[in-house]
C-alpha cells in the first residue's frame, strides 16, 4: 500500500468535510461485528469480551451488529503463529510445519495438507527465487462504504474524490521474499485455526490452491499484523505508520483502526518442485479513525472507509 495513496485519500476525504464549516462534524458509525483488537490502539469500546490480536492484555473490545446494537457478534479465533496457540472452548492447534517438499501423491485435499502445501513454497521463495516482481496493485472501494453521519452529499462528494486517487497499478515492481505478503515475513507458519477454508485444484502440471481468512463482514478481525493472526498471514495489510507517517503533523488521527473481512491468496504451485510461482492477493477492509483533526481547525469523529488491496505477485527461478 503506497503512502501517497494513502495520504492522498485522506486528504480529499478531508476536503468535503471542510466544506461543510470549520467546526466539528459529528458521525454516527455503528461498530459491526469484530475480533481482535489493534497492537497499541486504546480508543474503542468497552465491554466486550473479544480480545487483541497482538497484546493480550488490552481491554476487551465491544462489537455490535450494524442493523441491531444489542446483538453480539460470534466469536473468532485468533491464532499467533507460534508452534501452539489456544482456539476457542481451550482446544490446542499445533502450527503446521514447513516440509522439504510437496505432496508425494495426488492432490492434497484436508485443509492441514494444503496448507503445508502453500506454506512448504512460500518459504522456499528467500532460498530458491531467481525474482520476485509485483505485476499488479490497485485499491478500490469496498462495498461502497464511506459513512459520514449518514448525510449522502457529503459522502457521494467525498466518493468522488477518492475515487480519483484509487488507481490500477500495473507496472513492474522489482521486490523480493520479504516485499511479498505479509510484509517481512520470509519462513511462514500457518495453523488451520488461521484459515477458515482451503481448497486446492489440480491443474495439470502445477495446483491451485486458495487459502481464506477468518473474518467476515459479520465478523471482522481488528488489525491484523503481518505474520499474525489470520489476515496477517494471508494477504496485503493496511500499516498505521502508512497512515500516520504519510500525514505528518498536518492531520493527526486518534484511534486508528483496520476492520478485515475474509481476505484470500490464490497461488498457483509448480508440481514437480513445489514452488509458487505466482500469487494472488485481495484483502478488503474498513480504516476506522476515532477521530481524524486537520490544522487544528477541522474534526471528524468515527470515520469508516472500505478499502479493498488487489495485489498480483510473479516469482521466477
Known sequence: MKKSRIILLAVSLLLVFALTAC?????????DNVSGLFGGGDAVPAGSDQTAATD??????ETLQPSDAS????????????????????????????STAPASSGAPSTK????????????????????VVRTYDYTYQYNDILEINNNATLEK??????????????????????????VGVTQLSISPSQVSKATCEDKGDYYEVTLYSTGSDDNWEIDSQAGQGSAGVIGPLLRTEDVSGAAGSFIKFEGLHTW?????????????TGH???????????????SVTAAVVVKVSNCNLGMEFHQIWKVTY
Open 157 to 182: 462528494l467525498a466518493g468522488t474524490l477518492m475515487n480519483q486517487f484509487m488507481k490500477e497499478n500495473t507496472e513492474e515492481v522489482p521486490g523480493d521474499a520479504a516485499s511479498l505478503p505479509p
Open 260 to 272: 478485515y473481512s475474509t481476505a484470500h491468496v490464490t497461488a498457483k504451485i509448480d508440481k514437480a
Open 23 to 31: 467546526g466539528t462534524v459529528r458521525i454516527e458509525i455503528p461498530y
Open 276 to 290: 509458487i510461482t505466482d500469487f494472488d492477493f485481495k484483502t478488503p477492509c474498513v480504516l476506522h479513525f476515532d
Open 112 to 131: 492441514e495438507e494444503i496448507i503445508n502445501l502453500y506454506v512448504t513454497g512460500y518459504n522456499k521463495i528467500a532460498s530458491d527465487a531467481k525474482s
Open 71 to 98: 446483538t453480539a457478534p460470534a466469536e473468532s479465533t485468533t491464532a499467533s503463529t507460534g508452534e501452539s496457540t489456544t482456539a476457542g472452548g481451550g482446544e490446542t492447534t499445533t502450527a503446521v510445519p514447513a
Open 56 to 61: 493480550p492484555t488490552v481491554a476487551p473490545i
